[in-house]
């Protein structure tokens, strides 16, 4: 377990531990069935980003070979909590548990970072789930211009957006 102690890591030791560390999966920010409706949070699935647990070894080695022991990791709320209020993907939780005891098998510590830009996927960004923007009145289905929600994924493919 790492502290921190007059602005340094340390480790239970009170010695200075120096973390080298990478992002792990920018890929994470989308589901993985990225082929269905976009729009149904129900069928919406995290699970296997930023890669299958199934592979967690070939990288954690690669990642340990290269001299890192530290990892970013990005869950976004979509990711936990996408179906609705209180309800929780219990498969992507025990995906996320996976990889950090896999992690720890190879001596890597995990950031966890609770990521979000730009509120959500469907206002050009990525983090909070589609029912809060639909909680707090967007239509998403609106059909007049000028109430119409910018949806990047409505039609199942993403489309320019102005930046």
Request: include cysteine; charged fraction near 25%.
């Amino acid at each position: 377990m790492l502290t921190t102690k007059n602005g340094e890591f340390v480790d239970e030791h009170g010695r200075v531990v120096n973390l080298r560390g990478i992002n792990l999966g920018g890929s994470s920010k989308i589901p993985t069935n990225t082929t269905t409706n976009w729009l149904d949070a129900k069928t919406t699935t995290f699970v296997n980003r930023p890669f299958p647990i199934s592979e967690a070894s070939l990288h954690f080695e690669r990642i340990r070979a290269c001299g890192f022991t530290l990892i970013r990791f990005i869950v976004t709320w979509e990711a936990i909590e996408h179906e609705g209020p209180g309800i929780y993907d219990h498969e992507y939780i025990k995906y996320v548990r996976a990889i950090l005891e896999k992690a720890n098998e190879y001596n890597i510590q995990i950031y966890i970072d609770p990521h979000q830009d730009v509120w959500s996927r469907w206002t050009g960004g990525d983090g909070a789930p589609l029912w809060t923007l639909e909680k707090v009145g967007f239509d998403l289905y609106a059909k007049k211009p000028l109430v119409k929600v910018i949806v990047l994924q409505k039609e199942g493919k993403e489309r320019p957006f102005p930046r």
